[in-house]
């Protein structure tokens, strides 16, 4: 039996029909803190009742009122319980959120349950809602379910009959004659299709929720397909039939490659299928592997990127971008080079051949160079230029080995572990330090790049970045690098409100804020050592520095305080004597202080 067309997906209420200061963005759930790739969580619909402690709710809205006023706002999280007498009322979590204009995306988690596993949470369905100032703004259903305490890896739901994979367009799990393949054509493939076909193994009913994902050879996230539908009671030995897929109907979206599909139910990895993406396609039916030492992988973290569309990648990248502090000529130059590609593209020019994709970052550490380059890459993703807009971070001794040979290897490496995204290589000009030895591997690793960018034009990107002086005498040590780095980003040092800006972010991170004479002080130290700094300069490494010891002072100060004089005012309040070491005074060496600097308590 097919369930395709009886899936039973949560509805989401939209934003408010009247006029706020907030869009509605989404309301998820999770049952686990644990945080995952870029920030996210496990997010998900169907739990097992001896798995669940407490169940927590997601809110994210955009603000409207984003690089222009701070805001208050009331925020309502409820549960509820559907049970037979109605709709039942779990809780009403209440929270004041102030909303900085730095803000772009604001993000509200708050949880509801028990610390024993299965002591809360029974077999039902659930939903969380969300308000704003009293508005309903969203709402998110959930699932219980309960067969009993399960051994490690048992699944007492149902058993696996098989996975047969074939190719299509958006409609060919309809299709009743299906050509099943082991490998695919690269030029021809549209929709890659899975049939996941499992018997039932119970007379209960449930909800079943399972993740297809879609893995290349590197173990990167291409693709993910989700299903939720309903398993009626009384049908144990059923067969049922899913059919999730990845793809485009225009043939390109699938690379020469080695793929793995991977089954997760109830956050467990239970089976996988390896295909291959090549010249031609081959019929046959792809091995099932079931068994957790056979694994072709490990369950790929999920990677937001593969789960939402182009422009949606594109405008959050961008949104993440203009969030950032201070960087305003590079925010400037970015958005330009953003819409001269969209001209390019819209009028059907030759991107690649009026766009290049390596670009020089010069400026002094903590400048925000990386945090831009992996944004940058994911924006190049959005825009359609590169494939998994993903960034390989290395430097000097990632790239050169120390005999002769080796780094050519080593650098090749490299390049293909970027392949689809952005090699981004810190402090470059290191690369030509050797200039002149007998063993110049530095150079050698330099050649092999020079060559990799004009062999794989527009497959990947290359960003060097280091201290301004010294990436202008290494661009200019050799002409290749001259002629292929032709686009400059100017990141300069942060200015002393923008240190301050940064020191409260992270604050509220840390769920403390400082009183105003501690941020009277901090805001006079960190003018201070922009008056004094030097190249050496650590910007917003240095901030991190600051906020890290005072926080650690804050600790010390409560640790000596007796339990019951903890409150909670005193708990998330930062206070002068914990910033006073940062002591503001003149130098007598005549040197200048180097970014974090410690005076005496």
Known sequence: MSLENNENRPEKAGPAPVTTNYKFRDL?????????????????QVYDRYETTFMRAELSFYNKLFDEAEWEVTVTLKCFHFAQSGKQELCSLEQQR???????IVYIRDSWGNATPGAYWLRGNYAWEAYLNGILVGEAKFFVEDLGPSAPGENRFFDIEHIKLFEGDAQASTQPE???????????????????????????????????????DAGQLKGRSTRLVYIPANTAGQVYNLYPSWGNDVPGSWKTDTYTMEVVFMDTLIASVVFQVGDSAQEGTVALITDPNQFAKSTTLANPLTDKSLDEILSESLAELN?????????????????????????????????????????NPGTGKTTVARILSKIYKGLGILAKGHLVEVDRQGLVAGYVGQTAIKTAEKIEEAMGGILFIDEAYSLANERGSQHDFGAEAIQVILKRMEDFRGKFGVIVAGYTDNMHEFINSNPGLRSRFDKYFVFDDYSPEDMLTIALSIFKREEVQPDDPATTHLKNYFTFLHANRDKHFGNARTVRQVVGEAVKNQHLRLAAMKKEERTPDLMRTI????????EIREYDSG???????????
């Not at 644990?34 to 998900?44: F, H, I, Q, S, V």
């Not at 299709?193 to 119970?202: A, D, L, R, S, Y």
């Not at 925010?331 to 330009?336: A, D, I, R, T």
């Not at 206070?575 to 940062?582: A, G, L, N, S, Y």
């Open 591 to 601: 040197k200048k202080p180097i970014g974090f600097s410690v005076g005496k308590k």
């Open 28 to 44: 998820k759930i999770h049952a686990s803190d644990e945080w995952m790739a870029d920030g996210t969580k496990k997010y998900r």
């Open 323 to 363: 969030a950032l502090t201070g960087l305003q000529t590079v925010k400037e130059e970015v958005n330009e080079m953003v819409k001269l590609v969209r001209f390019y593209q819209e009028t059907g020019k030759d991107v690649l051949n009026k766009f290049s994709l390596h670009s020089v970052f010069t400026g």
């Open 178 to 216: 299906k050509k099943y393949l082991t490998r695919f054509s690269q030029k021809d493939t549209r929709y890659i299709w899975g049939e996941f076909c499992f018997k039932n193994k119970t007379q209960a009913d449930y909800y079943a929720e399972l993740f297809f994902n879609f893995c290349d």
């Open 98 to 104: 102030k909303v900085l204009k730095e803000e772009n």
């Open 575 to 582: 206070i002068f004597d914990d910033v006073k070491e940062f």
